[in-house]
Nanobody
């Protein structure tokens, strides 16, 4: 399984950006795709996830600003980020997990078994 994340970059505060994550070797339609981020000196934290049925779940810090979607035919999930803040600066990772993940498990890194390489987002003030 390979996950290729892309789309990171430098954005001004208040701006928008969309990250993509393409999965190969595993069917996105029968998996859970999670997004996590890790800022320098901090633990990797949950951002959001989209399950098999397309229901989405977000951390409180991004709820209302970030939106996750997916295109099963392309094997690609998206993280649309808007109203970006400097505190959103981090390396963003996508990860795949079982389609059987319950909601409480979505927030746990160990629930996911395949990870992408990460893409850097920097939000300037």
């Amino acid at each position: 399984v390979q996950l290729q994340a892309s789309g990171g970059g430098l954005v001004q505060a208040g701006g928008s950006l969309r990250l993509s994550c393409t999965a190969s070797g595993r069917t996105l339609s029968t998996s859970t795709m999670g997004w996590f981020r890790q800022a320098p000196g901090k633990e990797r934290e949950f951002v959001g996830a989209i399950r098999r049925g397309r229901d989405t779940h977000y951390s409180n810090s991004v709820k209302g600003r970030f939106t996750i979607s997916k295109d099963n035919a392309k094997g690609t999930a998206y993280l649309q980020m808007s109203s970006l803040k400097p505190e959103d600066t981090a390396v963003y990772y996508c990860a795949l997990g079982s389609d059987r993940l319950i909601v409480s498990s979505l927030y746990v890194k160990d629930s996911y078994d395949s990870w992408g390489q990460g893409t850097q987002l920097t939000v300037s003030s």
